[in-house]
């Protein structure tokens, strides 16, 4: 079995194109936005009412992603690529359970939701059609993420990055003709078409690679592997949780403080998000390198895996920070020209660049631990994160008028607590876990590097031939 690898070629071969996967929704998401905003204030806000609910509720799922990939990445560096396939199998069945239930859900429950969502009966109403058709969507949106997952396992990214080509260059292409010819709804149709197409595709490469490398063992779901998977979810589902109690306050908070200061917060929290994307590409590299090497074996490989990722993921961290350092009087003003919002803007722009200099460490890690499967720590971290520094401190800045910087104070004292919190961890060593069994934690101890060689892939390589490990999970992934 070859080593593991992770230099800066390797990690970009992983990177880049999941970056492209990660940005190209919220990129498709601006394009409708821009349609449907020329047919009106009331469409306009029918779509972001609809929009908010279907994110809340894929958002909360994308353990199916990365719980998934944490999973087959072991599997597969262990030369079992068979296994790592029927993770995606299994995970894929959770999505198509889950989907259908929450599809269900949200389709009858449309009209009450939208109705908490706005007062305006027109919006409500408009809102509710999207939300009903849209809500087919649902289903291939999460079979979308298990075959990211179990792709990325496999140090596949370049095929995942086709098949959303596949489903978001039509869903562009479609979006303004149906918008033109049957309004607000055709923006639906066309998400559940461009939704369709990608998780088509990602169950076509599941059928075929199970074909290739399957063992004849039951497709049916298997709960011996859904259980675990579920255990994850779990963990991480809290976790997410936790990011939307902390995001959600941030901007509660800000539209007390006023209009400048609520427009201001979210032009800097559009530029996090995107910051967000870049560093959360090189996380993703980290959690398929990270759990290939524990599942071959090998935790001294992991650790090498996971400091080459947090010198590359520092680095970028380091260059956006500089970046909008240097940028500081432009950025802003591409976004608004109100000299108010730029006045509110000034000091806090300063913490969004100690926010990137601190995300990029606090991602690679993010990566690091979610390769080695080690949620429950991360959930924990999280949570109290957000409850010992991030409620406490933008609660108070509206309490004592400490405007929009005591908010972004908040939200930088929620970063550097999940960085002291996954920097122990990952130092001490005990999310080092070898073997294939990432269902539960098992005993919280790292084996030692003395004896790690024993195991290490590079001294005992893989017997048995038809196993058919593939290419090393280099980031090249498999033709």
């Known amino acids: 079995m070859p080593e593991v690898r992770a230099g800066t070629r390797e990690i970009l071969g992983l990177a880049w194109p999941a970056l492209i996967v990660l940005a190209a929704t919220p990129l498709y998401l601006l394009w409708d936005t821009a349609v449907v905003g020329r047919l009106g204030a ?35 560096g262990a030369g079992d690529r068979t296994g790592a396939v029927y993770e995606g199998i299994q995970a894929t069945w959770v999505a198509l359970g889950v989907g259908v239930v929450l599809a269900v859900v949200v389709g009858v429950a449309a009209p009450w939701i939208c109705r908490v969502l706005t007062g305006d009966a027109a919006v409500a109403a408009d809102a509710t059609r999207w939300l009903r058709v849209v809500s087919v969507a649902v289903v291939p ?44 709804v055709g923006s639906a149709y066309a998400t559940v078409t461009g939704e369709t197409l990608t998780a088509l595709c990602f169950l076509g490469a599941l059928v075929v690679n199970w074909r290739r490398h399957g ?24 976790r997410s949780l936790s990011f939307q109690v902390a995001f959600v306050s941030a901007a509660a908070v800000a539209g007390r403080i006023g209009p400048a200061a609520l427009a201001a917060h979210q032009v800097m929290l559009q530029l996090w998000n995107f910051l967000s994307l870049v560093l959360d590409s090189v996380a993703v590299a980290a959690q398929a390198l990270v759990g290939a090497a524990l599942g071959s074996g090998s935790a001294r490989a992991a650790r090498s895996v996971g400091a080459t990722v947090l010198r590359f993921s520092t680095v970028a961290g380091v260059v956006l920070a500089a970046l909008l350092a240097a940028g500081h009087t432009v950025v802003p003003a591409l976004f608004t020209t109100d000299a108010d919002v730029l006045a509110t803007m000034a000091v806090p722009w300063w913490l969004l660049v100690v926010l990137a200099l601190v ?97 290490d892939p590079a001294t005992h390589p893989a017997t048995d031939a038809a196993s058919d490990p593939g290419p090393a999970p280099d980031g090249r992934g498999r033709p």
Request: aromatic share 8%; hydrophobic share 50%; proline share 6%.
């Open 215 to 238: 063992d004849g063992r039951p497709v049916r779901p298997q709960w011996s592997v859904i259980g675990p998977q579920l255990v994850l979810g779990r963990d991480l589902i809290v």
């Open 359 to 455: 995300g990029g460490v606090v991602f690679a890690l993010d990566g690091v631990l979610l390769g080695a499967s080690d949620v429950a720590f991360l959930r924990n971290a999280t949570v109290v994160s957000v409850v010992v520094g991030f409620i406490p401190l933008v609660w108070l800045s509206l309490a004592f008028d400490w405007g929009l910087t005591g908010v972004w104070c908040g939200l930088l004292a929620f970063l550097c607590l999940r960085l002291a919190a996954v920097l122990a961890r990952y130092r001490s060593g005990r999310w080092a876990r070898v073997g294939t069994g990432t269902g539960h934690p098992g005993p919280d101890h790292a084996p030692d590097p003395a004896t790690d060689a024993g195991t």
């Open 42 to 76: 009331v469409d306009l806000a029918a779509l972001a009412a609809g929009a908010t609910v279907l994110a809340q509720v894929t958002t909360q799922l994308t353990f199916l992603s990365y719980g998934t990939t944490a999973r087959s990445a072991r599997r597969f």
């Open 141 to 184: 949106a999460l079979v979308t993420m298990a075959g990211n997952g179990w792709l990325r396992g496999t140090a596949d990214t370049r095929r995942p990055l086709y098949f959303t080509l596949v489903g978001v260059v039509p869903m562009a292409v479609i979006v303004p003709v149906a918008v033109a010819r049957v309004g607000l």
